[in-house]
């Protein structure tokens, strides 16, 4: 599952937990494999991950955010990067404190998706939201969120400024 070819850099590896020591070791195991990047994913909304604290979970715990990032930027010497959700519900929007925190702590870049954990998939995605985190951070933003078509990807950048767009679900459908 690791193999890749080298014209297939850069070559990102994902990793989720909700235990900061045991996302430390993963990432350390991954290194022999040469990845350019290892990503923490925080907008994972499958009740398996996120209802154990890992995933979207993970927002709910800002400070834990905060200690991952910070652990993982001073112990692996590649990018580590995120990918989040806008907050857990409609309630607990906190995805501005959440990509501070990211970056105030070592992340090199952030992946937004523009929906809550309940959401899931359902309903549209906000681009404002994300326009408003890119306007915060420093790091290079990238959007995620109904985007079916090339259209869709330069609707959403010039929507938010993003410095690129992520393809989910509909880049298999």
Not at 54 to 73: D, H, N, Q
Not at 87 to 98: M, P
Not at 121 to 129: F, L, N, R, T
């Amino acid at each position: 599952k690791f193999a890749y070819l080298p014209h297939e850099r850069p070559v990102v590896f994902q990793i989720f937990d909700e235990d900061p020591q045991r996302l430390l070791k993963a990432a350390t195991l991954l290194l022999p494999y040469q990845p350019d990047i290892i990503d923490v994913n925080m907008g994972c909304s499958a009740k398996s991950v996120s209802g154990r604290g890992a995933g979207a979970g993970l927002l709910r715990e800002p400070a834990k955010v905060a200690e991952i990032f910070r652990l993982l930027s001073q112990n692996i010497p590649l990018p580590v990067t995120g990918k989040i959700r806008l907050g857990w519900d409609a309630d607990s929007r906190n995805y501005l404190q959440i990509a501070r925190i990211v970056e105030e702590n070592g992340g090199a870049l952030l992946a937004v998706h523009g929906r809550t954990r309940a959401q899931g998939y359902s309903g549209e995605a906000d681009w404002d939201a994300i326009a408003e985190i890119k306007q915060a951070l420093h790091i290079p933003v990238i959007g995620n969120g109904d985007v079916r078509s090339v259209a869709d990807i330069h609707r959403l950048q010039s929507h938010t400024g993003c410095d690129g767009v992520m393809v989910g679900r509909a880049a298999i459908a």
